[in-house]
């Protein structure tokens, strides 16, 4: 059975830092891409950053570029989302999930499975 847990949120002050953690368990990370979404109140689902767990590829939004870092442990089987510099746009549910074709990375219609977000607030 495939599962995703995600691990790490909270209330942090502009610009502090917050680390995300997806554990993946029901097959091996390797063979895929997984994703980091978010969702604010009243607005669509984004793309945050992914990662092509086969050769370490990552990509990340305009908006968290230079800011955040995505990285993944094939032994643990997680993947982390390093939020640093956050912003209060930043507030939202983050979600991470598993896209086993990879052809729209940044698309979260073309994900196969989700974990059940963890909230990230920045506020002061």
């Known amino acids: 059975q495939v599962q995703l847990v995600e691990s790490g949120g909270g209330l942090v002050q502009p610009g502090g830092s917050l680390r995300l953690s997806c554990a993946v368990s029901?097959?091996?990370?390797?063979?895929?891409?997984i994703g980091w979404f978010r969702q604010a109140p009243g607005k669509e689902r984004e793309g945050v950053s992914y990662i092509r767990t086969a050769d370490g590829y990552t990509a990340y939004a305009d908006s968290v570029k230079g800011r955040f870092i995505i990285s993944r442990d094939n032994v643990k089987n997680t993947v982390s989302l390093q939020m640093n510099s956050l912003k209060p746009e930043d507030t939202a549910v983050y979600y991470c999930a598993v896209d086993l074709l990879g052809l729209e990375p940044f698309n979260p219609n073309q994900y196969d499975y989700w974990g059940q977000g963890t909230q990230v607030t920045v506020s002061s």
């Open positions: 029901g097959f091996p990370l390797d063979v895929y891409v």
